[in-house]
T-cell receptor
Framework: NAGVMQNPRHLVRRRGQEARLRCSPM?????VYWYRQLPEEGLKFMVY????????ESGMPKERFSAEFPKEGPSILRIQQVVRGDSAAYFC????????????FGSGTRLTVV | DQQVKQNSPSLSVQEGRISILNCDYT??????FLWYKKYPAEGPTFLIS?????DKNEDGRFTVFLNKSAKHLSLHIVPSQPGDSAVYFC???????????FGTGTRLTIIP
């Protein structure tokens, strides 16, 4: 049973380009969470999704960032017109059900904006 | 507003001794606390958790203590082993909310 799979592991984008980060949850998990870790900081919650629904996006920046978790396929975190401040490690996690009180993280995507 | 604080950025401990990592929180709505361990270039790995109805939870070499009145929790690792060298994050959540609030982490180095 594979864990949470994130790809790519490393992504380099020029300022102004779009970044697409993908996350495949663990088998049987229908809840996905995205977190961002800036250098020398802890992980910060961005968004919580269930299949086809955004449940909590209170941590998402208001502009340029969007997330989806379609009925089929991985969850996608999309950052449009990237800026240097978007450089960070982006972690995805999944859980089986609401109220599971803790979840499994993927290895992350390290985004570098040059 | 840092609701979960880990005031020690780093800690060095001799192999075989006890490692004690501390965490403070300010939000009284938090009722579930977790510790994650993180190696470089990997995602956080769940270590141990504790509910607010308990004051202690043990799993092998790892014990978490919760002092609700002081809004403080600690992770004890005994005996410490070289493989324990990693960054440790404390996290908290409130009932009915799947969001985890993380501290900034403590880098633990075990000295052989």
């Amino acid at each position: 049973n594979a864990g949470v799979m994130q790809n790519p592991r490393h992504l380099v984008r020029r300022r102004g380009q779009e970044a697409r980060l993908r996350c495949s949850p663990m088998k049987g998990h229908s809840h996905v969470y995205w977190y961002r870790q800036l250098p020398e900081e802890g992980l910060k919650f961005m968004v919580y999704l269930q299949k086809e629904n955004i449940i909590d996006e209170s941590g998402m920046p208001k502009e340029r960032f969007s997330a989806e978790f379609p009925k089929e396929g991985p969850s996608i975190l999309r950052i449009q017109q990237v800026v240097r401040g978007d450089s960070a490690a982006y972690f995805c996690a999944s859980s089986e059900f609401f109220g599971s009180r803790g979840y499994t993280f993927g290895s992350g995507t390290r985004l570098t904006v040059v | 507003d840092q609701q979960v604080k880990q005031n020690s950025p780093s800690l060095s401990v001799q192999e075989g001794r006890i490692s004690i990592l501390n965490c403070d929180y300010t939000n009284s709505m938090f009722d579930y606390f977790l510790w994650y361990k993180k190696y470089p270039a990997e995602g956080p790995t769940f270590l141990i958790s504790i509910s607010s109805i308990k004051d202690k939870n043990e799993d092998g070499r790892f014990t978490v203590f919760l002092n609700k009145s002081a809004k403080h929790l600690s992770l004890h690792i005994v005996p410490s082993q070289p493989g324990d060298s990693a960054v440790y994050f404390c996290a908290a959540s409130a009932f009915g909310n799947e969001k985890l609030t993380f501290g900034t982490g403590t880098r633990l180095t075990i000295i052989p």
